[in-house]
């Protein structure tokens, strides 16, 4: 019996999901993606599972889309209609799965042990937070080809780094290595290789134990702050604080805050 693409597991409130191709160099396949879809409703809507994280096995994260498996379909597009809509609507439902994990109002971690290429680098884009061994790499090879990484990879690149480096990436074809990632702000943080797998969990473990209401509100007000003026941006800080903060819990512990630290005494 053949080894699963993906192995689902379940630690200390963290969903963990593991790309399983090594000799594949974890090439996204279409098992890969309908265990991911069903993964992420499964996190979405288990309220004990607080953070989920994306992780890999081998010498790769993630060499990009199984080309070979012919991305969701066996025929080349041979007009411009079609290749758009097959990147919107094909492509083992990319865009979907990603919208999903974009939406979903808990955080989403992905750990790159190792290189991350092409389409395992547009699927980490619509993570919340990127971390990094310090042996990964970064690279769209999409360019030798002469096109351009069209699920991700210059829209949601562009929003993390700037122009100034998706032309680095894009245009001029270049890797970057972790530091230079860091620096770019595609990754959070950079680990060393000996202790990255408990780094990252450590990483999700400090997520889980944050108030689950403020992080989906922030997730959302995030986002919308980054497409709207300042003006507007603040009218969702406020939004977003006024449900926040009827919630019991941040009433009674501010309360017990003013007591103790800045009010009387009794």
């Given at each position: 019996m053949s080894e699963p693409h993906a192995i689902v597991t379940e630690h200390d409130g963290?969903?963990?999901?593991?790309?399983?191709?090594?000799?594949?160099?974890?090439?996204?396949?279409?098992?890969?993606?309908q265990t991911l879809d069903d993964s992420l409703l499964r996190f979405r809507d288990t309220p004990e599972l607080k953070v989920m994280l994306i992780r890999a096995t081998g010498r790769y994260f993630c060499a990009g889309?199984?080309?070979?498996?012919?991305?969701?379909s066996g025929e080349i597009a041979d007009t411009g209609v079609k290749i758009r809509e097959r990147h919107r609507t094909?492509?083992?439902?990319?865009?979907?799965?990603?919208?999903?994990?974009?939406?979903?109002?808990?955080?989403?971690?992905?750990?790159h042990q190792a290189a991350c290429v092409g389409g395992g680098l547009e699927l980490s884009l619509s993570c919340d937070f990127?971390?990094?061994?310090a042996s990964a790499s970064y690279a769209f090879p999409e360019g030798k080809f002469g096109v351009l990484p069209a699920s991700n990879g210059v829209s949601r690149l562009t929003r993390y780094v700037g122009p100034h480096w998706a032309r680095y990436?894009?245009?001029?074809?270049?890797?970057?290595?972790?530091?230079?990632?860091?620096?770019?702000?595609?990754?959070?943080?950079?680990?060393?290789?000996?202790?990255?797998?408990?780094?990252?969990?450590?990483?999700?473990?400090h997520l889980a134990k944050q108030h689950s209401e403020q992080m989906g509100a922030a997730k959302i007000a995030i986002e919308m702050a980054h497409?709207?003026?300042?003006?507007?941006?603040?009218?969702?800080?406020?939004?977003?604080?006024?449900?926040?903060?009827?919630?019991?819990?941040?009433?009674?512990?501010?309360?017990?805050?003013?007591?103790?630290?800045?009010?009387?005494?009794?």
């Open positions: 963290i969903l963990i999901f593991t790309l399983n191709r090594p000799d594949k160099l974890n090439a996204l396949s279409k098992e890969i993606f889309v199984d080309l070979k498996s012919g991305g969701g094909q492509n083992f439902g990319m865009h979907r799965i990603y919208d999903e994990m974009e939406h979903i109002e808990k955080p989403i971690v992905v750990a990127r971390l990094a061994a990436l894009i245009m001029a074809n270049k890797t970057a290595d972790a530091q230079k990632a860091l620096v770019m702000g595609l990754v959070h943080e950079v680990y060393p290789d000996e202790s990255f797998d408990e780094d990252a969990l450590d990483f999700c473990r497409e709207l003026g300042r003006d507007q941006a603040r009218h969702v800080e406020r939004m977003a604080n006024s449900t926040l903060m009827l919630n019991p819990g941040y009433l009674d512990g501010i309360r017990r805050h003013i007591d103790g630290v800045g009010g009387s005494k009794k």
